[in-house]
């Protein structure tokens, strides 16, 4: 029996995550704004700088997570959608970076952690201010598509 076999609550949380005060590494945030706006019942959204062990408990509630934030220009100029599970391996100090480690707190703190997914969406402007630039904010839509059709597909993930 794997972790994801135990007993869920069912709900979705969505984590946006990044430094909002950076231009494109606001992306997190905005698309948590958006997703707030849809007002979908069981779906919970949190806008936050950096992912903390603290997450974790929500994370153990959930039946699916969905984390999006930005990347430079070197790691890609597509938005990405991969699925995640715990790498305990990498856990090497508080500071969480990946969201697979905070997969594995969850599922070491509560036995269990949910069928996960990382959003990646390319930006280009990572210098302090509001604005996004272009790619960001055409990231940004792609990204809603990919959301929009995992938060669709959830109810055919077994529980």
Same mark, same amino acid.
């Given at each position: 029996?794997?972790?994801?076999?135990?007993?869920?609550?069912?709900? +979705?949380?969505?984590?946006?995550?990044?430094?909002?005060?950076?231009?494109?590494?606001?992306? %997190?945030?905005?698309?948590? $704004?958006? +997703?707030? $706006?849809? %007002?979908?019942? #069981?779906?919970?959204?949190?806008?936050?700088?950096?992912?903390?062990?603290?997450?974790?408990?929500?994370?153990? $509630?959930?039946?699916?997570?969905?984390?999006?934030?930005?990347?430079?220009?070197?790691? %890609?100029? /597509?938005?990405?959608?991969?699925?995640?599970?715990?790498?305990?391996?990498? +856990?090497?100090?508080?500071?969480?970076?990946?969201?697979? @480690?905070?997969?594995?707190?969850?599922?070491?703190?509560? %036995?269990?952690?949910?069928?996960?997914?990382?959003?990646?969406?390319?930006? @280009?402007?990572? #210098?302090?201010?509001?604005?996004?630039?272009? /790619?960001? /904010?055409?990231?940004?839509?792609?990204?809603?598509?990919?959301?929009?059709?995992?938060?669709? /597909?959830?109810?055919?993930?077994?529980?």
């Amino acid at each position: 029996m794997t972790s994801k076999d135990l007993p869920v609550i069912g709900d +979705i949380v969505i984590i946006g995550y990044g430094d909002a005060m950076r231009g494109d590494g606001a992306v %997190g945030h905005k698309i948590a $704004q958006r +997703i707030v $706006q849809w %007002g979908l019942p #069981d779906v919970r959204v949190i806008a936050t700088p950096r992912l903390t062990p603290e997450i974790s408990e929500e994370l153990s $509630q959930s039946h699916l997570a969905i984390f999006v934030h930005a990347i430079p220009p070197s790691r %890609g100029e /597509e938005v990405t959608a991969q699925a995640l599970d715990p790498c305990p391996s990498k +856990i090497t100090s508080s500071r969480i970076e990946d969201p697979c @480690v905070l997969l594995s707190i969850t599922q070491a703190t509560y %036995g269990r952690y949910p069928y996960a997914w990382c959003i990646e969406v390319p930006g @280009v402007n990572f #210098d302090f201010g509001p604005n996004l630039s272009p /790619e960001a /904010e055409h990231g940004i839509g792609v990204a809603l598509e990919r959301i929009n059709h995992l938060i669709e /597909e959830s109810c055919y993930l077994p529980v």
